[in-house]
């Protein structure tokens, strides 16, 4: 969670003036996104996000991830939408920042998927990989294979000599191994638990496209199974995988080569979070209002499918 | 700001089974309360703040603080309402900690309050005290003068012996000289421009009554001019206390004993509030997601009223 920047009601007015949304009737600092400021804004037309873009999110990415939202919209997939300025523009600056307001959307995420969510959430990643398959612009996944080495650098020398040799070899194995040619298109890169919101056990939508990139699908479904499939002691659950794979290939049919890649690609998702959790351990200043999330859940992860052999292990038919 | 307690979709949709507002539509950590944890709740029947009262707040308290916010709201005062449970019971028990559900307020605090914001402070700290003044309950203030000395006992070894001079020279005077007999009632102790509201420049209400308790109107007042009439170089503000004596004047006339007061009365409200940050400066955990006030404000502020001679010198006609 993280609020960082201050947003005074004078500013916020003048802000405004850019929308059709009505005056101003209350915002409040959220509990909700990491790279970002978020803000619950009460309108005289109704309940919004404000977000302001902290230094992590490039501004020219932007138009990627706010049009990539516009297009999921227009397809139907259910999640916030960017509301449009009078001047067409989707966002603007405020407090010295590149700042949008986007629809709410109702739900709440849930910190303990039942099968019944990772069932839901399987479904939910399928159909954005559909709606997002004839989005025009794309992004690069500059936190893939060649992306990791370079978080890695700066920090190999203050873990233990064991552990980096460790590391080490899970790149070069990764780099080495990691597969070509799989069914590639807009992934969304993040979708934890956080970011998927429930009405009951139905999946209301999708939030936070602010890793959103285009990669292998395949890929996106390896960082769920790392999400979504573990339980609070850390073990595999078997189950939730299954429902999640089942109900993802409902909506969108996995290919032999994808099934046969997962166990690798999980080694790589976890890799890529352990990799950025303990980057940001060691880079990220104790005054921010930032949760350090531990880097040691997903070195274990990492573990967990380095040994597995085939993809049946993980519940996948 | 601070949001201490995460809140699961499970365990709120059996809270709120206690209520009649309709289902669970969202619910968001906000950055609002320093003691408590705060939401911002959407049901089917509009907007709510669910708030967890964390260690700080006494359970035994909560009739008065919750009743005292009823009391007000019958009286018309803009103030948030608790929601009644089907039980007619003010609150319940959430994630292990006595939890209510009060009305949501429109309306945004101002960062930096012109004369117009002090003069509307002003005013509705009158308008507070008149509402309050034939509540029932009665809640003695744990951080007046001799609250001070607790606070100060277990700290004072750890600041500059000067200070610690200086500190119990400002207690002794400050016990010696406290008026007594002033006019009292329910006064709300902590009315930082955080928690007054306003919609343009007018006040819509105030919030978080969790330090109301029975003391000198005027002390309310004198907390009111070390909290409004700075500015963020820390020079008094002559003007924006003299808007603010006029204003709450006109809705509550002071007497001469109660004018005469406030300089010794300010400087008593600068002490609390020094210690008190003193103290959760040396205190409260880092790991907690508390932004820790600045303590050396509310000293620079004590000693600018200690050299005080006559209340004139404050903007007091």
Redesign the interface.
């Given at each position: 969670?993280a609020?960082y920047t201050?947003v005074?009601?004078?500013a916020?007015e003048v802000f405004l003036q850019d929308y059709s949304i009505g005056g101003?009737?209350?915002?409040?600092?959220?509990?909700?996104g990491v790279e970002n400021s978020n803000y619950?804004l009460?309108t005289q037309s109704g309940?919004y996000i404000l977000t302001l873009y902290e230094k992590r999110v490039r501004q020219g990415d932007l138009p990627f991830f706010l049009g990539l939202m516009q297009h999921l919209a227009q397809k139907k997939l259910e999640c916030p939408l960017p509301v449009v300025r009078k001047d067409g523009a989707l966002f603007g600056e405020l407090a010295g920042r590149p700042a949008a307001i986007i629809t709410?959307l109702?739900?709440?995420?849930?910190?303990?998927p039942e099968i019944v969510c990772c069932r839901g959430a399987g479904a939910a990643l399928a159909k954005f990989h559909r709606a997002g398959s004839d989005f025009a612009l794309s992004r690069e996944n500059s936190l893939s294979v060649s992306g990791w080495r370079v978080l890695w650098q700066p920090i190999r020398a203050r873990v233990a000599a064991e552990l980096a040799d460790e590391i080490d070899r899970g790149l070069d194995w990764l780099t080495c191994d990691w597969p070509q040619g799989l069914p590639k298109g807009v992934i969304h890169a993040d979708l934890f638990p956080d970011n998927v919101f429930?009405?009951g056990k139905e999946v209301s939508g999708l939030i936070d496209f602010y890793f959103a990139c285009n990669d292998f699908y395949a890929y996106d479904l390896a960082i769920c199974l790392n999400a979504w499939c573990f339980e609070k002691d850390l073990s595999f659950n078997q189950a939730k995988a299954a429902a999640m794979f089942a109900a993802y290939n409902r909506e969108r049919a996995l290919g032999p080569d994808e099934c046969e890649a997962l166990p690798l690609l999980a080694c790589g998702a976890a890799m890529r979070f352990f990799l950025t959790r303990l980057y940001d351990w060691f880079h990220v200043a104790?005054d921010v209002?930032v949760?350090k999330k531990d880097a040691n859940e997903y070195l274990h992860k990492y573990r967990f499918f380095r040994q597995i052999v085939h993809p049946s292990e993980l519940g996948i038919l």
């Open positions: 969670m609020v201050d005074s009601a004078e916020l101003l009737l209350s915002c409040k600092g959220i509990a909700e619950l009460q309940s709410f109702q739900g709440m995420s849930t910190g303990s429930f009405l104790n209002l949760v």
